[in-house]
């Protein structure tokens, strides 16, 4: 089983980050996944420190810079074959990592969104005109991500969303999975 790194930002988590955190701990004691978390603070919350001690989080500082540029740093310190970029708010399933993993090790897909509805352009168009975060979770390989060079590092909530675009324009194999 490949590593996988699952990657937060704490300014986009908010005041839902220890939730977040505390969600993962259980996929985080499974054998038969391999996973690393990362953090990108750039809020030099003191508290952080402790969160991420007691979560065991690697805690990368960065600058206060838009979202892509953050997430492009912590990736930078990630190990992880596999890029994982929750949604906020959805719990992961066992199950669907561990499917989404073997997919990436085995190069089936290049990437997995996991969707809260059907994805269609004409919704994506609508959330950029929006400026809505992303409400997907992104797994991606790491090969495809440094290939299209990673998060566009001047966009902030629609740094993911661009990201996946981007992707289907480079033809990576993207598979859109309805939760």
């Known amino acids: 089983m490949i590593v996988c790194s699952i990657l937060l930002d ?4 908010g005041a839902g980050l220890p939730r977040r955190l505390a969600a993962l701990r259980p996929l985080r004691q499974r054998r038969d996944l391999h996973l690393e978390v990362l953090l990108a603070d750039d809020t ?4 952080l420190h402790r969160l991420a001690t007691r979560h065991d989080v690697h805690l990368i500082a960065t600058e206060g810079t838009p979202l892509g540029d953050r997430l492009n740093t912590v990736v930078a310190h990630s190990q992880g074959q596999a890029l ?4 906020p708010g959805r719990p992961l399933s066992p199950a669907w990592l561990v499917d989404t993993l073997a997919e990436v090790e085995h190069h089936v897909r290049d990437a997995v969104v996991l969707t809260a ?6 919704s ?4 950029r005109l929006r400026h809505r975060a992303l409400t997907d979770t992104l797994c991606v390989s790491r090969a495809w991500f440094e290939r299209i060079g990673g998060c566009d590092p001047s966009l ?6 661009d990201l996946i675009a981007r992707l289907h324009a480079c033809q990576a194999r993207v598979t859109a999975i309805e939760a």
Do not use: H, K
């Not at 994982?84 to 949604?87: D, E």
């Not at 994506?124 to 959330?127: I, K």
């Not at 902030?156 to 969303?161: C, V």
């Open 10 to 13: 704490a300014r986009a988590s």
């Open 44 to 47: 030099g919350d003191a508290r």
């Open 84 to 87: 994982l970029f929750p949604a």
């Open 117 to 122: 509805g059907r994805p269609n352009r004409l």
């Open 124 to 127: 994506l168009f609508w959330q």
């Open 156 to 161: 902030d909530a629609e740094a993911l969303p």
